[in-house]
């Protein structure tokens, strides 16, 4: 079929290359220059096939009051007089229940699985240079309330196979001997998960692409859809910037912006987007360097080591539609990297970015075929699109006929 791909974040270019790796003749388009520009671009660089626990949770519940009146919290809610955002709310305070999130987790782990096998099949058969490293993860518990939460969560993903230890703080300082510079950090233990891995998402989808056009595959860049034009029942193009663009199916996975894109059709996609902000900074000419991905729990913040370079990830923000980077959250971050890891990085001039990740109230992407019409949703995986990435396009692509 000719399939219409719309958006170029990582979930866009997986599903474009996935569809023409199975013989379909792909248009991928997207508003901006290229691939990969916008709440793909820098975040926090984790493949997290094992930690994907929904942040709707009785825990973030009970400590949401908290989180929401500290001027300082990681997680701000900035009110609107949008309906969107208290539907999603409600939605949210809903799907914060233990069985919805065990429920949750499951989802998300058995797609993070398949998303494992399916990248690791691509990099077999592709030339990829994005930074892939199997460097394992270490998630810090800053209370030994936190560690006994993280333990009840290793307990019940260990039955759903995933394969994680719970370390004491000396065995922390083992798995990653970096974090032996800042001994006085507040930490009662963390949980170790040896095969999580990272990856730079923007080098990610240019290699993507570069695969996608090697498979005949068309792109088109700077071109933004506005509306669709029907034939009945059915959608049979695409109105854009740059005229229409005709197809046999279209797929939806412009990140935040496909909310107000699926309106278009009648659609309501409860997805809403979360803020959040990274920092890229050089290391230190002959430091030693971390190798593994660290996950502060207390500052919820992120630390990935690429390369040369430290990626730092951080924040949540329910209703901040701006990609402006306040002061202050540059402040924190570079504070966060200052402390942790003293003397590592070179922190005069920091890389920053701020993100709009599109979320649904239970973390779980949606990812199919809407009701019967030639229209496809790959949309609303939150913080985890660069996990999710492959294993929500093969799921995607396996609902796809090969005809139209």
Do not use: N
């Given at each position: 079929m000719k399939v219409c791909v719309i958006g170029a974040g990582v979930i866009g270019c997986a599903t474009a290359y996935e569809l023409t790796r199975r013989g379909h003749d792909v248009h991928l388009l997207d508003s901006e220059r290229g691939p990969g520009l916008g709440t793909s671009y820098a975040n926090g660089a984790q493949l997290s096939y094992s930690y994907v626990e929904p942040f709707a949770s009785p825990a973030t519940l009970r400590g949401l009051p908290k989180m929401l009146l500290s001027r300082g919290s990681a997680v701000r809610f900035h009110p609107r007089w949008d309906w969107r955002q208290w539907a999603w709310g409600l939605q949210f305070l809903r799907a914060c229940s233990a069985r919805q999130s065990l429920q949750g987790t499951a989802q998300l782990l058995q797609m993070a699985q398949a998303s494992r096998a399916m990248l690791e099949q691509w990099m077999r058969e592709e030339r990829w240079s994005f930074g892939f490293e199997e460097n394992g993860k270490l998630v810090l518990c800053p209370t030994p309330e936190s560690l006994r939460l993280q333990e009840r969560q290793v307990a019940l993903q260990a039955a759903m196979g995933c394969r994680q230890e719970v370390l004491s703080v000396r065995e922390c300082l083992e798995k990653e001997p970096a974090l032996q510079s800042a001994p006085g950090l507040p930490w009662a233990g963390g949980v170790w998960t040896r095969d999580e891995c990272i990856g730079d998402p923007h080098r990610l989808c240019g290699d993507m692409v570069a695969s996608l056009q090697k498979w005949g595959g068309q792109v088109s860049w700077g071109v933004r859809a506005t509306s669709f034009r029907r034939h009945g029942e059915r959608v049979a193009a695409v109105v854009t910037?740059?005229?229409?663009?005709?197809?046999?199916?279209?797929?939806?996975?412009?990140?935040?912006?496909?909310?107000?894109?699926?309106?278009?059709?009648?659609?309501?996609?409860?997805?809403?987007?979360?803020?959040?902000?990274?920092?890229?900074?050089?290391?230190?000419?002959?430091?030693?360097?971390?190798?593994?991905?660290?996950?502060?729990?207390?500052?919820?913040?992120?630390?990935?080591?690429?390369?040369?370079?430290?990626?730092?990830?951080?924040?949540?923000?329910?209703?901040?539609?701006?990609?402006?980077?306040?002061?202050?959250?540059?402040?924190?971050?570079?504070?966060?990297?200052?402390?942790?890891?003293?003397?590592?990085?070179?922190?005069?001039?920091?890389?920053?970015?701020?993100?709009?990740?599109p979320a649904t109230p239970t973390s779980v992407p949606i990812v199919g075929r809407w009701r019967g019409s030639n229209v496809y949703l790959n949309v609303g995986h939150g913080a985890l699109g660069l996990t999710l990435a492959a294993g929500s396009a093969v799921a995607l692509s396996r609902q796809m006929p090969q005809a139209a």
């Open positions: 910037s740059e005229g229409e663009i005709a197809a046999d199916a279209f797929v939806m996975a412009a990140g935040p912006r496909v909310v107000a894109l699926a309106a278009k059709l009648g659609i309501y996609l409860p997805v809403y987007p979360i803020k959040g902000y990274s920092i890229t900074v050089p290391f230190r000419p002959g430091v030693h360097r971390p190798r593994a991905s660290v996950t502060d729990l207390g500052r919820k913040t992120v630390f990935a080591p690429l390369g040369d370079q430290l990626r730092v990830a951080a924040m949540a923000e329910v209703g901040a539609t701006g990609l402006d980077v306040p002061p202050d959250r540059v402040r924190t971050m570079v504070d966060a990297v200052a402390q942790t890891y003293p003397g590592l990085c070179d922190l005069e001039a920091p890389a920053v970015w701020a993100g709009l990740r």
